[in-house]
């Protein structure tokens, strides 16, 4: 297995499935079931989800709310995911704790770093919800910031494409796919992967990022293996 410890980023969109909104429980249980033959091979796995299905901050700040206001209902929403997922792995079987950015004590962990690592150390998921607990800062950079604080090898971004390419694949199907890029590269081309900050502190501490199809079936396993799945951005 090439990576032994992973953050697993999850957008709150991937969680939606067929749906429009909220969560789709079928997508959930595929989810889980995935993370499972992960943790059945004795990798470490955290996980990061966004709040986008619920509610998102930067919209509400459009609509008049204030922006400190919106990004705290938005950390709520990651927490709401969180529990989802968490509720989804146990019905797997899996070990699982959920830790708070936000204070949370009838449902979930306060996040403490060594505490986070004793819990992957002895094969359990451990889900960070509520973002940084600051606002102003994406679930991207969340899951940055964690990957560095518990030493992941390697941050697995799951989203709807099998990788990264020189343009939206989705609106130009003639797109050319990177199978790896640096950093610096991204940086020059100005190609959306995460946000700045989150790709900063990851380009800093030498965190790559893998960005592939989370919803192909065996591809998380395939990816941990260090099979060529999607696109590999490294220093």
């Known amino acids: 297995m090439k990576y032994k410890r992973i953050l697993l980023k999850l957008s709150g969109e991937s969680l939606m499935g067929e749906k429009q909104f909220g969560i789709d429980n079928v997508r959930l249980t595929e989810y889980?079931?995935?993370i499972k033959t992960l943790v059945d091979t004795g990798v470490q796995v955290a996980i990061v989800i966004?709040?986008?299905n619920i509610f998102r901050g930067v919209e509400a700040e459009e609509g008049g709310?204030?922006?400190t206001q919106g990004d705290y209902m938005g950390m709520?929403?990651?927490?709401?995911?969180?529990?989802?997922?968490?509720?989804?792995?146990?019905?797997e079987g899996i070990d699982t704790r959920l830790q708070s950015a936000i204070e949370l004590k009838q449902i979930a962990e306060p996040f403490i770093r060594r505490r986070a690592i004793r819990h992957l150390e002895k094969g359990r998921v451990v889900i960070f919800g509520g973002g940084t607990g600051s606002p102003f800062f994406t679930t991207d950079s969340a899951a940055a910031l964690r990957a560095v604080e518990?030493?992941?090898d390697v941050i697995l971004k799951g989203t709807r494409v099998?990788?990264?390419y020189t343009e939206d694949p989705e609106k130009n199907p003639n797109a050319t796919k990177y199978d790896e890029i640096s950093f610096q590269e991204v940086f020059e081309r100005g190609i959306k992967v995460m946000d700045m900050t989150a790709f900063t502190?990851?380009?800093e501490n030498g965190v790559p990022i893998v960005v592939f199809d989370i919803n192909k079936s065996g591809n998380l396993l395939r990816v941990a293996k260090g099979e060529a799945i999607g696109t590999v951005v490294t220093s």
């Open 76 to 91: 709520l929403a990651t927490v709401i995911n969180s529990m989802a997922l968490q509720s989804s792995l146990e019905k």
């Open 50 to 52: 966004g709040g986008g």
């Open 162 to 164: 099998d990788g990264i």
């Open 201 to 203: 502190l990851c380009n």
């Open 65 to 67: 709310m204030e922006r």
């Open 32 to 34: 889980a079931k995935e």
């Open 150 to 152: 518990i030493e992941a």
